[in-house]
């Protein structure tokens, strides 16, 4: 066969994978959009339903529920083929390109040996469902726990689908390494149990830490890492892994992150932020520095309706940078108080972050709704003094100081827009809704005043803001499914009694548990990820800071924070290169210029760590 021929069959063969994938996206699509309109509407009828008419439907929560586990498994799907679940890249994208192919080949293949492993378990653990009946509707509850196997399968077909594009070297290079760490632990498994809790590092710190550089997809390092330790030192079945997986997606406190996502999208497409930001604009931005008190006042606001940290500096960076860089500001000092912004703001309701560790920790979310406030401001003013001092602007581009008719016409505009967040905030204390209710009167609130007062909704941006919510809420949830089941393998080995005795026994009470509470949960968000981190840790070391006296909502202020810290510092933070992708700029221009932001951080930190009643003053 001549090199034409070989050319023609490799397009041939890429035009059939390409249709393949095209079809199979498409077909989770549809259901995932139709799952997440739903829960939309189930919320929101049940809302109007009791506080309204004060007749609260029962079936409400089960029928909720049953979509929910739809509704993530195929975002889980969607994030597969669309190439967005959670990965740290920073070491893939610095060796060579050759190194590079076998490391995304290998990115695929381990969640397909994860998938394909996890596939007939999963089958088992819903028939084994069918036995259960909902209480309200009646309903076999195999209905609900048949998205898992579904799910897996499509994520299997869609990885491997996505590996037929990779060159066959490259595939048989990752297939060799993958068997090779299989027979290793085969061969080991005698002595590894031998070891006893110490094999905990194996798995969990070698093996996990390995393929969370290597650019492993984040949950499904979790998945391998549980699944070899479960295959190799116990004898529990894997069923156990997939009920796992069921309970960390299935709790319907994190239903609030689909919806706050979609509700970040919607304050952008209606141009609510943008009205915020105009407002703020009138009020500072003639001031030398003043575009930054904009861009951190505007991510205060913001994260009080998205709930997601890259929807708020999405909906801010798009309308600021392009006056800032006029002004003549270096791009490294944008990008690095976007990302220090972002940190900033993990704690400002309706953070995701809150509702997660709410749930996970079973502390009141409505306190931490209301902890969450004081904390953000602190570390804000603290960036707010590095910023006057950086975001040095020629006397020339300082506009003249917009006058009073002005600065009424921006408020007059941005008032719908600024009722937002106070109709978020007041509806979950108030008792009005729950925090996972509360999105959709604002996604309500969102359209009504997007159609009717700002008669700006972009139709067309619609569907893609669909899709982009059911993936990345699969990407979030399937990661808390997979650090439960990891959590849960932690737990039995009695790993969470040894971390809690080592932590608390640290010199200096509960003040040095909070300090080295706050040096773990940085570096965790920085190689891990915040959620995983808090999935998998926070349930442990709760009750270890109720032992020493520290209050439960002054210590997940702390462990947030230090989380989002560690999160949004490069080099290995995703959430400095999600900022850097979002300002458009390189992230080689931040590197040096970021650390005095990051310090500023660490100090309202401290603050916040030192003094308690910064957290729990108004509870």
Not at 62 to 79: K, P, Q
């Amino acid at each position: 066969m001549n090199s034409v021929d070989m050319s023609l069959t490799a397009s041939t063969k890429h035009g059939v994978v390409d249709g393949l994938e095209r079809a199979l996206t498409r077909l989770i699509e549809i259901p995932a959009i139709v799952a997440l309109v739903a829960e939309v509407g189930i919320l929101f009828t049940g809302v109007m339903s009791r506080f309204v008419f004060n007749r609260p439907l029962t079936w409400a929560d089960e029928l909720a529920s049953i979509t929910f586990l739809w509704l993530a498994m195929f975002g889980a799907v969607l994030a597969l083929s669309r190439g967005e679940h959670m990965r740290m890249t920073a070491l893939v994208d610095r060796v060579s390109p050759r190194v590079r192919a076998v490391l995304e080949c290998l990115a695929l293949m381990a969640p397909a040996l994860f998938l394909g492993i996890l596939l007939h378990p999963a089958i088992d653990y819903a028939n084994g469902q069918s036995f259960v009946e909902t209480p309200a509707l009646g309903l076999s509850d195999s209905l609900r726990a048949g998205a898992v196997p579904v799910g897996i399968g499509l994520m299997l077909a869609t990885a491997l689908l996505r590996m037929t594009r990779h060159a066959s070297r490259d595939l048989a290079i990752a297939l060799v390494l993958l068997a090779t760490v299989a027979l290793v632990l085969w061969g080991t498994a005698p002595a590894l149990k031998a070891l006893g809790n110490w094999n905990l590092i194996v798995f969990f710190a070698l093996l996990l830490g390995a393929a969370v550089l290597a650019g492993v997809p984040i949950a499904f390092c979790f998945g391998l890492a549980t699944i070899a330790y479960l295959l190799t030192v116990t004898t529990a079945p894997l069923e156990v892994v997939t009920s796992r997986i069921d309970e960390g997606v299935s709790s319907l406190v994190l239903l609030a992150i689909p919806l706050f996502i979609l509700l970040g999208h919607l304050i952008v497409m209606t141009r609510m932020a943008e009205a915020m930001v105009g407002f703020l604009v009138s009020l500072v931005g003639h001031v030398r520095g003043g575009l930054s008190y904009v861009l951190l006042g505007a991510i205060l606001l913001v994260s009080g309706i998205s709930g997601a940290k890259t929807a708020d500096m999405a909906a801010v960076a798009p309308v600021l940078f392009p006056d800032m860089k006029r002004r003549g500001i270096h791009d490294g000092e944008l990008v690095s108080l976007l990302a220090a912004s972002g940190a900033m703001a993990e704690t400002i309701p309706p953070s995701i972050v809150l509702i997660i560790i709410g749930s996970v920790a079973g502390v009141s979310i409505s306190a931490l709704f209301t902890g969450g406030i004081l904390p953000g401001l602190v570390l804000a003013a603290a960036l707010a003094i590095v910023a006057k001092r950086r975001m040095v602007e020629p006397e020339s581009v300082i506009r003249p100081r917009p006058s009073w008719g002005t600065i009424r016409a921006a408020l007059i505009t941005a008032i719908p827009a600024l009722l937002l967040p106070v109709l978020i905030r007041t509806a979950v204390t108030e008792g009005v809704a729950t925090a996972t209710e509360v999105s959709t009167i604002g996604i309500a609130y969102a359209v009504i005043v997007g159609l009717l007062v700002y008669r700006r909704f972009d139709w067309r941006k619609l569907y893609p803001a669909l899709v982009h919510t059911a993936a990345l809420s699969g990407a979030i949830l399937f990661i808390i499914g997979a650090a439960t089941a990891m959590a849960w393998a932690l737990t039995q080995s009695n790993f969470s009694h040894a971390l809690a005795a080592m932590m608390t026994s640290v010199p200096g009470g509960k003040y040095g548990f909070l300090l080295i509470s706050i040096a773990v949960f940085v570096l965790l968000g920085s190689i891990l990820e915040g959620l995983p981190a808090m999935v998998l840790f926070g349930p442990l070391l709760f009750p270890a800071a109720k032992l020493l006296g520290v209050h439960e909502v002054h210590y997940a202020m702390v462990i947030i924070l230090a989380m989002g810290i560690g999160l949004f510092a490069p080099p290995f933070g995703l959430g400095y290169y999600a900022a850097c992708s979002i300002g458009q700029i390189d992230p080689n221009a931040g590197l040096a210029r970021i650390w005095p932001y990051l310090g500023a951080l660490v100090l309202g930190l401290l603050l916040v760590a030192f003094i308690p009643w910064l957290s729990i003053g108004f509870l």
